[in-house]
């Protein structure tokens, strides 16, 4: 499943177009996270994605993915990933991830986050753990991508990341391996795969200027998973919950930047947080 394919490089203006396409997605997640209140449907959702992407110089991406039409995955509960937008009501306590993509100047950006609906106060103990494990593990990920290592550190980290919160929850989380990040650029989906857990085999080494896609899926249970009958949505097969988060990241000799976080990921990855000038 995962060999050494050769992580691409890019130019330094090329990475910054990158980054206007991250901008626009992560300023779509910001409005929708400010948006997403009980008695919105997900289509809503995917409308305001739309209308924001369009006003801001770019297109959907999803919306381009053969046998797909909307702007936004948005997976409620059990659902872990590629859930559809649709007429489906949230309420309060329910646990969404929200997909996002867009293409500027030919260039693509892709993230995800996961939200409580009614703010962390509505929602169950265990949903706050997974959500909160789930994007740790992202960082934990991201900081393990550097220049001259190899790629596949990234998916040991994450693995890391959840076991030691699951150990200090007292619960064991489990990390979707039939889903993982990806390259990115030109494409939405590019080589190489990105696991989200440890693998025996080496990966391809991380290249100055290579952008790829890190995106850790983790549930309250088992991994198990299946796809529904729309060809698209995944769930859990125990129905346990799942939260899905992502980032878009540019690995440079100076150092980390998070294309598609509004900060660039100052906040989070300290010293390593450096834009490529």
Not at 41 to 48: E, F, P, Q
Not at 158 to 172: D, K, P
Not at 221 to 242: C, K, S
């Amino acid at each position: 499943m995962f060999g050494r394919e050769r992580l691409e490089a890019k130019s330094a203006d090329q990475v910054r177009a990158m980054r206007a396409a991250g901008l626009v997605v992560a300023g779509a997640l910001e409005m929708l996270r400010t948006t997403v209140t009980a008695g919105v449907t997900t289509l809503d959702l995917d409308r305001l994605a739309e209308t924001y992407i369009r006003d801001h110089g770019g297109r959907p991406s999803f919306a381009e993915v053969p046998g797909y039409r909307h702007t936004l995955c948005t997976s409620t509960n059990e659902e872990i990933v590629h859930g559809i937008p649709g007429s489906r009501v949230l309420v309060d306590g329910d646990l969404l991830s929200i997909d996002c993509g867009a293409i500027v100047g030919g260039w693509h950006g892709d993230a995800a986050i996961s939200l409580i609906v009614g703010g962390r106060e509505a929602a169950r103990p265990a949903d706050l753990q997974l959500m909160d494990a789930t994007e740790d593990s992202l960082w934990a990920g991201i900081g393990a991508l550097r220049v001259g290592r190899d790629l596949f550190e990234v998916g040991a980290a994450i693995e890391e990341s959840i076991v030691a919160a699951g150990e200090r929850f007292g619960r064991e989380f489990g990390i979707v391996e039939d889903y993982v990040g990806h390259g990115i650029g030109r494409e939405m989906h590019m080589p190489p795969n990105v696991p989200n857990y440890s693998v025996k085999s080496r990966g391809p080494t991380v290249r100055h200027a290579c952008t790829v896609a890190i995106e850790p899926m983790i549930t309250l249970g088992a991994q198990d998973n299946e796809v529904l009958a729309d060809q698209w949505t995944v769930v859990t097969r125990d129905g346990e919950r799942a939260s899905h988060w992502e980032h878009t990241v540019a690995a440079h000799n100076g150092g980390l930047w998070v294309l598609t976080a509004l900060d660039g990921g100052a906040a989070r990855l300290g010293s390593a947080y450096a834009p490529l000038t």
